[in-house]
């Protein structure tokens, strides 16, 4: 991290831009809000994606509050550092927007107990520590669909952070998409072991690429996997934000996460003394995952069945996770008619049939 604390951005948007009537006029101080990112801000993927809800929530709450962010902040010890020292700079509310910072989230939130933590992706909270995620898993089944019709070679290539629940049950979710329009294509998975590690990305997507992949698909944060795709002449799928422009030929469409509308519902919450320590988890529902522009590449029907599943997901009457559902040596995981529940999907550590190779530990 070449600095502590890089940018700090004070709002100071016109009474004009106020637009909730529930806010007090008569805000004194603004609500400090601070941000830690695990990777730099950049122009694509995870970070990126959650500076731009942070920005969108300040358009929305203007001079009632002041945002500060700490970009590339190992997971670890330094990201205790970080949290702390935001604390300490009189913070009111803290995002922490990795997994690997949930302990020490919840060791810095015990020592500053009037201060409002939110952590991402996580599953432990305390009495001033709530969670929030997406339903990332949702966007995945539709891109599964997707490649399940645009592949040829039946090859599909995966490349992977962490071998976490988060990741492997976007895993499964392509591949059951995949394998509903095509029961012969598989998916191969690489682990790089990084959120963020463009040369490893690229590597990891050259090498599946050369296994055979004509479909790339990441749960990693920058545009490498979309980028080598372009140049080797295969598609893509973006992951978090459109990353269309780094391979317009390549990239089909993408799993996106918008989290401007949370960011602006939790720091409201906090100004009118209504937080509480919850977890989120949103959907297509709630507007929390969305898909990139589709490319023209796509046929019509195929577009037009997608966007049916997308329907169905968001109202409830199509579930992805319901039996029969195969593990990946064929036997039965999930019998016919029964629906994985929230924690059977949070604490996922299987693969479906269809992904090759064996779940690191």
Do not use: C
């Amino acid at each position: 991290m070449k600095s502590l604390i890089k940018k700090a951005l004070v709002s100071v948007a016109t009474a004009g831009l106020m637009t909730l009537s529930t806010l007090s006029s008569a805000v004194e101080k603004p609500l400090k809000v601070g941000f830690v990112y695990v990777g730099p801000v950049g122009d694509a993927g995870w970070t990126y994606g959650h500076d731009e809800g942070r920005l969108e929530m300040v358009e929305k709450l203007g001079k009632n509050i002041e945002t500060t962010y700490v970009e590339s902040v190992s997971e670890g010890a330094d990201a205790e550092r970080v949290i702390r020292k935001l604390a300490q700079q009189g913070h009111d509310l803290i995002f922490t927007t990795s997994f690997g910072y949930m302990n020490p989230t919840l060791k810095v939130a015990k020592q500053f107990p009037n201060v409002k933590f939110q952590h991402a992706t996580g599953y432990k909270r305390g009495k001033n520590v709530g969670t929030y995620s997406a339903r990332f898993y949702e966007g995945r089944y539709l891109t599964g669909v997707i490649a399940g019709h645009m592949t040829k070679n039946n090859v599909i290539g995966y490349v992977g952070s962490f071998p976490i629940p988060e990741v492997v049950q976007g895993i499964n979710a392509f591949t059951l998409g995949l394998r509903s329009v095509n029961p012969d294509a598989t998916v191969k998975v690489v682990w790089i072991n990084s959120w963020y590690d463009p040369a490893k990305e690229r590597e990891a997507a050259e090498s599946l690429i050369a296994q055979g992949a004509d479909i790339i698909n990441q749960h990693t944060d920058s545009p490498a996997p979309v980028q080598a795709a372009q140049d080797k002449g295969v598609f893509a799928f973006g992951y978090d934000t459109d990353m269309t422009r780094f391979g317009p030929d390549a990239h089909l469409t993408g799993s996106m996460v918008h989290w401007g509308g949370f960011y602006t519902d939790t720091a409201k919450a906090v100004l009118d003394k209504q937080w509480k320590a919850e977890d989120v988890w949103g959907g297509f529902s709630a507007g929390m995952v969305e898909m990139a522009p589709y490319n023209k590449a796509i046929p019509e029907t195929v577009v037009a069945q997608v966007e049916a599943f997308k329907t169905q997901i968001a109202d409830g009457t199509f579930t992805i996770f319901e039996g029969p559902i195969k593990a990946q040596d064929g036997s039965i995981k999930v019998s016919e008619g029964t629906k994985l529940n929230d924690g059977d999907i949070l604490s996922m550590n299987w693969y479906v049939e269809g992904v090759e190779g064996s779940l690191p530990n």
